[in-house]
């Protein structure tokens, strides 16, 4: 594997970015459907150009392929409002991390973990206090990877994902 490198995406970087999302949903669908995303559903390349128009979305590359996304904004799930977070809910200091994703050829290559180091170090350098996400309740492989990155765990929410099979989320923050 290449040395993986990270950055903000451009647009050249949309196709990319959607067969990454379709490849994890295949492997999902095929193996053990933790998040319950769906192909072309969520994610889908709508919510890539999305995070794209909104100057949020990351890329990690290696091998001449997007090999790893995320995106991270100043805007939280409606869902977040009351919860015992850490920090206040000044969400001008605070970054939430949507839409973690590592194509499956790279599983067990520390690529989750770079993408989480290089969001936080993107907080960080935006003078930002701490990151916040959310993962659906059972998948604990992504739980696992963000407690080892030193995400603490705040509360079981709804985020209002009913409709989707998805009624319950983990909510995770982590001070910088």
Do not use: Q
């Amino acid at each position: 594997m290449d040395t993986v490198k990270i950055k903000k995406a451009t647009r050249a970087d949309l196709d990319g970015t959607a067969e990454l999302y379709d490849a994890v949903c295949d492997f999902l669908e095929a193996h053990e459907n933790f998040p319950g995303w769906k192909k072309g559903i969520y994610p889908a390349r709508a919510d890539a150009e999305a995070a794209l128009n909104n100057d949020s979305l990351y890329i990690a590359a290696a091998d001449g392929r997007t090999v790893g996304t995320f995106a991270l904004k100043h805007t939280p799930e409606k869902g977040y409002d009351g919860a015992a977070w850490l920090t206040p809910n000044d969400y001008s200091r605070i970054l939430v991390l949507y839409t973690l994703a590592v194509h499956p050829n790279y599983y067990g290559h520390g690529v989750g973990e770079k993408l989480i180091d290089y969001a936080l170090k993107t907080a960080r350098s935006k003078g930002c206090v701490s990151v916040r996400l959310d993962v659906v309740r059972g998948n604990l492989p992504a739980e696992n990877l963000y407690r080892k990155c030193g995400f603490s765990f705040i509360e079981t929410r709804s985020l209002g994902y009913e409709e989707y099979g998805l009624p319950w989320f983990n909510l995770y923050e982590k001070l910088l």
